[in-house]
């Protein structure tokens, strides 16, 4: 629970960070870190609620930001197995050497990032909704707020964007919007009463006839409840949610007696980042910049990693006394560098994904098993950077074999 928010603002920070979610609140802890003032506008009266993730992360990424192990009450759950369903309930499992993944209680995590924040010397202000950026000259020069039923004017030399997904006032900066054709709509809930699990494993089910467009997912908890949810890039997702927990061979078996005890509604940016980040006074970092994992939608991790590039290169800015765009271009280079790999080939996989009918992922998922391709990816434990842990696997004979074929599955889906 956040401990220490101000009551009265000041109108001067060397920055300010638009959304105290994940993202911002990493954002002002490495810049506080650094030496910076920074103060940090959320929008809700709380940090972390509502919320809209699964939470589910990678424990290797959290480790090596610094972020794992966590306080004792956030993580949920952990996972050394995956079992991946086609809509005909073929099943690939997938168990690994030692636990890969963690869940997280997502508000719980947000807020201890936002203490650790505040630690720092980082300045949160709740119930403050940012109207607009203030501009002047051609370079945003901090936010005009709405708050207790008044507008105030804050000035900062640097403006860290970091608003989410809305991405309402990245536009004001003129950077470019994100991408409609990589949306998806989310439904995540949690839910009592769920049958027939693995309590170490992630259930995911693929198929355009329950999640056109992503997949279906259920992570149980420790307590025995379980995070059920999907996303999908047509029609209504609360429709195809119930189609999963009482139409879906396997899902139904584990869903059709759960209750739901809470729900909530989200768009997922699956495009790839934005073409530009960075303006004058202006950096933009988390899911209103789409650094978000176009296969799994996971925007946590490459958010964190993204914000504390965007810390780091706001206070050289300030350092050197130039906040303008040539001196905070190098944000997006030095981003680029460390995703654009990875970010080239999940946009590749998701798009052969996509590009599967239901009766392909279904041969797909029983080839794999017959491969032997769960044999081959045991001891991987890297989740996020995709395109580096393909690298490292290629080397197995059964994964080049499954890599031959998934190529000619996507060629003879487009032709
Ligand atoms: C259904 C679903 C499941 C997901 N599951 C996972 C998962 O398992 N793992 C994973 O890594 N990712 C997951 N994601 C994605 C993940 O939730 C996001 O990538 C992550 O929350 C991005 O963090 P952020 O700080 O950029 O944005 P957000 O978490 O959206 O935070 C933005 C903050 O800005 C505030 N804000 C917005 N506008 C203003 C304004 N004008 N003024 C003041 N405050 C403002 C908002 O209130 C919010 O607190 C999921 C997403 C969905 C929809």
Redesign the pocket.
Known sequence: MITQTCQSTESTSDAVV???????SYAALNLAKLGAKVSV????HE?GLPS??????SIRSLRSIGLYPLPKGIVENTFDTANFYSPTGAKFALHLSQPVTAVLN?ARF?QYLADQAIDAGAQFILD????SLAKANGFVRGVNVQRNGQKEEVYAKITLD?????S??LKQAGLPALKPKGLVY???AEVENVRKIEPNAVEVYFGKSYAPGFYGWLIPKLDGTAKV?L?TNQGNPHEFLISLMFKHPVASKQLSKAKITKI?Y???SLGGPISRTYGNGFLA????ASQ?KPT??????F?LTCAKIAAQTAFEALQHRDVSSNFLRVYQRRCSELLRFDFSVMLRLRSFLDSLSDEKVDEMLRFCGKLGVDRALTDVDEIDFQGKMILTVLGKPSMLAALAYFAMLYLSANP
């Open positions: 638009i959304g105290g979610g994940p993202v911002g506008f959320e929008e809700h940090i809209h993730c699964a939470g589910h992360l997502r947000d403050a909704r940012v109207q970091s608003e989410g997904i809305s309402r006032l989310g439904v995540e949810g996303a909530g989200h768009a997922i970092c988390g899911d209103c978000v799994t939608g996971g925007g946590v991790i958010g």
